[in-house]
C-alpha cells in the first residue's frame, strides 16, 4: 500500500480506505479513455452497447459506487476514523460465452476496488470483455490503471472442464459468477480458501410495469430502447409487459402505439436472421393465440394476451399483458431480477409494502432497468470485495 | 389429389393448375387447422403465387400441426436431424400425403438417377427405422430411394457414428455388384466415405463400378472442416467408373417428398408439382433476381400446413430456361441466413 489511506465519510461515521492507487486518479483515467472510445466502436459491440459502455465511464457514475460504500470524500483533518477498508484479495469471474456488456463493465467496477483480477472467458464466443480490455490497454496512457490492467488482470478463455477453473477458485478471496444455475453450482463445487466469497449473477428474468394512465409516447419510446437491447435474451429486458388494472383494449391500443413509435425509435433493421425469426415469432404467437403482430421492418414481435395463454417465443417478442394488480405480482417469474416501472406515482409507500412479497432484486423506473451498478441481484458485491477492519 | 404429380417433373407445367390446387390446399388448411388459421385469419384466396400464406419454417419446432379433416389419416411423426443441438421440427405425416411425397420423390429421384434397380447402401444404421411412431429426416430421405433399390443395406453399425462403417457388408455387396447406389446425409457420406481412410481391399474392390451417390442435409457440417462440393465429388468419385455421379438434392423436413436437384449447370429445380419464391426478409416482398429467404410451396402435404413454408435459407430465382434442359422453376441455393451469437446475461 504505497498511497496514504483515502478518507470518506457519511452518516456512520469516518471511514479510511486503503488503496495502492488513488481513486479520483483511477476514476478519471477511465473517464478519459472515452476520448479514444468516441472515435471509434470495436468489433464486435454493437454502437448501443458502446454508446452504454461510455456513458457508464463517466466521472460521476464511476464514483456512485464509492460514496455508495464509503460516503462522501472527507477532508484529511478531523477526527478518528471508525473503520477501515482494504481489497479483500484476489478475485475471480467466470463470464459465460454470451454474457453481455455486464462483463466488461464489472471489469471496471471490479478495477476501482484494488483487487487483482481473473477472468474467464467462453471458450466458444466472441467476448465482449477481452475485446474491452484489449482497446483500454491500447489506448490508456502510461499510468496507473494501464499498468494494473496490464499487471494485474488475467483474462483466458477456456471450457468448462478446463483444470483452470479449479485454480482460479483455489486462489479467489472472491468468485464471481455469471452463468446458469448449474454453471453456478458448478464453480461453488470446486475447492476454495475458507472465506472465500461467491456472488452469483445466475438465470434471471424482468418483467415491465406500466399503468396505463402513466404510459406516454416517452415512456413507450423507453421500453422499446430498454426491450431492443438484448430482448428476451437480457436479463434486465423486459421479458413481459404488464399493464397494471388494464384491459385488454388497452393492450391493443399500447401495442398500437408501440408499433407507431418503432420505427421512430429503432432506425436501424434487425439483422435478416432475426427479421425472420419474428416472422416465426408472429405466426407462433398469433397460433397459440396472442394478439401478434409485426414492427415494420419486422423488427419485433408484439403480443398483446394473457397470463393463461401458451409463452409465446422469439428474442424479440414482446408480450404484454393487461392483469390486476394482484395477477401482476402472482405471475412474477420465479427467477425474477428486475421489476422496471412506469407508475404515476412510484415515491408511494404502498409499493415498498408490495416489494416485500416479491423476489425482486430491483424496482427501478423501466429506463433504468439495464443500469449497472454496486448492488445487483440482491448483493452490495462492490463493497464486499473490501475487508472492513474496525477501529473503535 | 394432383394431377400435376401425373407429368415428368421437370416438364411444362401448368401454372394456373398449380396456382388453383394450392389455393384449394390452403384453404383445406385454413378450415381444418386452428393455429393455422389463427396465423392467416383473414385469407381467403390468392390470384398470384405470392399471396398464398406459409407457415414459417421454425414454427415446426414450436408446434405440432396437424389439419385435422375426415378424409386425413394421420400416422406417423417426422422429426428432424436438428444436427446443430437445437429443438427438431416436427412435422404429421398422413397416409395420402405420404402415397404422394413417395411419388413425387421416385419421380425426381428417378430423373437424376435413372429407373434401373440396383442395391441401396445406406449410410445410416437400421437401428433407426425401430423408432415406433417416429421417423427422423434421414430415414425417410433414405427410404424415398427405395423403389429404386433392388436390395438395402445400412452400413453404420452405430447411427450417431460415421465411422463404424460395416466393412464386411460392404465387401459382399460390391463383390456381387456392378452398380449400386449409395445415400448418406452430405456430412455423413464425407465422414464415412469420400474423407475417410477406406481399407485398401474396400477401395480394391470398389474400382470401376458405377456407383451414383445422392446426398442430402446440407453443407454446414462440411463448411467447418472447408469441404466444398468438389472436394467430396473428387473423393467419392475417385476410382469409380466414369459414369459415377454425385447428386446433390436439397430439401426440408418440412417439405417431405419434394427434392431440389443440383443440376449440371448448378441450379436447383422445382418439380412440376411444386414452386420456390423468394422473400426480403425485412418486407416478406417478392423477388426476382435479388437474394432473400425461399419460400417452398408443393400440393403434396395434406395432412398439416407444410405446403408453404417460408425457410432461413437465402437464395435467388433465376428466370429462362435452363441449359441443362429441365424445366420447372429454377434457382440457386446460397446457404442459411448469418446467425450471430445471442448475447445477453447466459440464461438463454
Not at chain 1, 465511464?57 to 459506487?65: G, I, K, S, V, W
Not at chain 1, 460465452?97 to 471458450?123: C, I
Request: glycine fraction near 8%; charged fraction near 20%; include cysteine.
Amino acid at each position: 500500500m504505497s498511497e496514504r489511506p483515502q478518507l470518506f465519510e457519511d452518516a456512520s461515521g469516518r471511514h479510511a480506505v486503503l488503496l495502492p492507487f488513488r481513486l479520483d486518479q483511477r476514476i478519471g483515467e477511465w473517464e478519459g479513455l472515452r476520448t479514444a472510445m468516441i472515435r471509434r466502436c470495436p468489433e464486435p459491440f454493437s454502437r448501443e452497447e458502446w454508446a452504454y459502455l461510455v456513458a457508464f465511464l463517466d466521472a460521476a457514475n464511476l464514483r456512485a459506487p464509492v460514496n455508495g460504500a464509503f460516503g462522501l470524500p472527507a477532508s484529511q483533518q478531523g477526527g478518528a476514523c471508525t473503520a477501515a477498508y482494504r481489497p479483500r484479495g484476489p478475485v475471480a469471474v467466470w463470464l459465460p460465452s454470451n454474457v453481455s456488456l455486464l462483463g466488461p463493465l464489472m471489469l471496471v467496477l471490479l478495477s476501482l476496488s484494488g483487487n487483482s483480477l481473473r477472468l474467464k472467458a467462453g471458450s466458444q464466443a466472441t467476448d465482449l470483455t477481452a475485446v474491452f480490455l484489449e482497446f483500454a490497454r491500447q489506448h490508456l496512457p502510461a499510468g496507473p490503471l494501464g499498468e494494473y490492467l496490464g499487471r494485474q488482470v488475467r483474462l483466458e478463455q477456456f471450457g468448462r472442464d478446463d483444470p483452470r477453473n479449479a485454480s482460479m477458485a483455489a486462489e479467489a478471496a472472491a468468485r464471481i459468477v455469471f452463468g446458469s444455475d448449474e454453471a453456478v453450482q458448478a464453480v461453488e463445487a470446486l475447492p476454495h480458501p475458507v472465506g472465500s466469497m461467491l456472488v452469483a449473477f445466475s438465470d434471471h428474468r424482468s418483467v415491465a410495469w406500466i399503468e396505463s394512465a402513466a404510459a406516454g409516447d416517452e415512456a413507450l419510446a423507453s421500453l422499446i430502447r430498454v426491450f431492443t437491447i438484448y430482448g428476451q435474451a437480457g436479463c434486465t429486458s423486459p421479458s413481459q409487459v404488464v399493464l397494471l388494472e388494464g384491459r385488454p383494449e388497452d393492450a391493443l391500443r399500447i401495442r398500437d402505439r408501440l408499433l407507431d413509435l418503432w420505427p421512430r425509435v429503432v432506425r436501424h433493421d434487425p439483422p435478416a436472421y432475426l427479421a425472420s425469426e419474428n416472422v416465426m415469432g408472429r405466426q407462433h404467437a398469433a397460433a397459440v393465440g396472442w394478439q401478434a403482430v409485426l414492427a415494420p421492418r419486422n423488427a419485433a414481435v408484439l403480443a398483446a394476451g394473457a397470463f393463461d395463454l401458451p409463452p409465446p417465443v422469439g428474442r424479440l417478442t414482446l408480450p404484454i399483458i393487461p392483469a390486476p394488480l394482484a395477477a401482476a405480482v402472482a405471475n412474477l417469474p420465479a427467477n425474477l431480477q428486475t421489476i422496471g416501472h412506469v407508475l404515476e406515482h412510484p415515491e408511494d409507500p404502498a409499493w415498498l409494502r408490495l416489494l416485500a412479497g416479491t423476489r425482486a432484486k430491483r424496482f427501478v423506473p423501466l429506463a433504468a432497468m439495464h443500469h449497472f451498478g454496486p448492488v445487483w441481484d440482491g448483493w452490495e458485491f462492490w463493497k464486499q470485495l473490501f475487508e472492513v477492519v474496525p477501529l473503535c | 389429389m394432383s394431377d400435376l404429380l401425373h407429368a415428368q417433373p421437370f416438364a411444362p407445367r401448368d401454372d394456373a393448375a398449380f396456382l388453383r390446387e394450392i389455393n384449394v390446399l390452403s384453404l383445406r388448411h385454413l378450415a381444418g387447422c386452428e393455429p393455422y388459421r389463427r396465423m392467416w385469419p383473414d385469407w381467403s384466396g390468392a390470384d398470384s403465387l405470392d399471396g398464398i400464406p406459409f407457415v414459417h419454417v421454425g414454427v415446426f419446432k414450436h408446434l405440432l400441426l396437424r389439419t385435422t379433416l375426415p378424409e386425413v389419416r394421420h400416422q406417423r411423426i417426422l422429426t428432424s436431424s436438428a444436427t446443430s443441438g437445437a429443438v427438431p421440427s416436427r412435422i404429421a405425416l398422413d397416409q395420402q400425403s405420404s402415397a404422394l411425397q413417395s411419388q413425387s420423390s421416385l419421380a425426381i429421384l428417378r430423373e437424376m438417377v435413372g429407373p434401373q434397380l440396383r442395391p441401396l447402401l445406406v449410410l445410416d444404421a437400421a437401428e433407426s427405422l425401430r423408432r415406433p411412431g417416429e421417423v427422423s429426416a434421414r430415414i425417410a430421405a433414405a427410404m424415398s430411394l427405395r423403389p429404386l433399390a433392388s436390395q438395402i443395406h445400412f452400413l453404420l453399425a452405430d447411427a450417431g457414428d460415421p465411422r463404424s462403417v460395416e466393412w464386411d457388408r460392404l465387401r459382399e455387396v460390391i463383390r456381387g455388384h456392378d452398380d449400386l447406389l449409395v445415400y448418406g446425409f452430405t456430412w455423413i457420406l464425407w465422414a464415412a466415405w469420400g474423407g475417410a481412410d477406406l481399407p485398401a481391399d474396400v477401395r480394391s474392390l470398389l474400382r470401376g463400378k458405377r456407383i451414383h451417390f445422392v446426398h442430402s442435409g446440407g453443407w454446414k457440417k462440411l463448411e467447418e472442416v472447408r469441404v466444398d462440393p468438389e472436394r467430396l465429388r473428387a473423393a467419392l468419385l475417385e476410382g469409380l467408373a466414369p459414369q459415377s455421379r454425385v447428386i446433390d438434392f436439397y430439401g426440408l423436413v418440412e417439405q417431405i417428398g419434394i427434392l431440389y436437384p443440383l443440376c449440371e449447370c448448378g441450379f436447383r429445380h422445382a418439380a412440376g408439382w411444386a414452386d420456390v419464391l423468394v422473400r426480403d426478409p425485412w418486407t416478406l416482398r417478392p423477388l426476382i433476381g435479388e437474394v432473400g429467404a425461399l419460400q417452398l410451396m408443393n400440393v403434396l402435404a395434406l395432412g398439416a400446413p407444410y405446403h408453404s413454408v417460408l425457410t432461413e435459407d437465402l437464395g435467388r430465382r433465376v428466370e429462362g430456361d435452363c441449359p441443362c434442359g429441365r424445366g420447372g422453376r429454377r434457382f440457386e441455393l446460397l446457404g442459411r441466413m448469418a446467425q450471430a451469437e445471442t448475447r445477453g446475461c447466459a440464461n438463454v
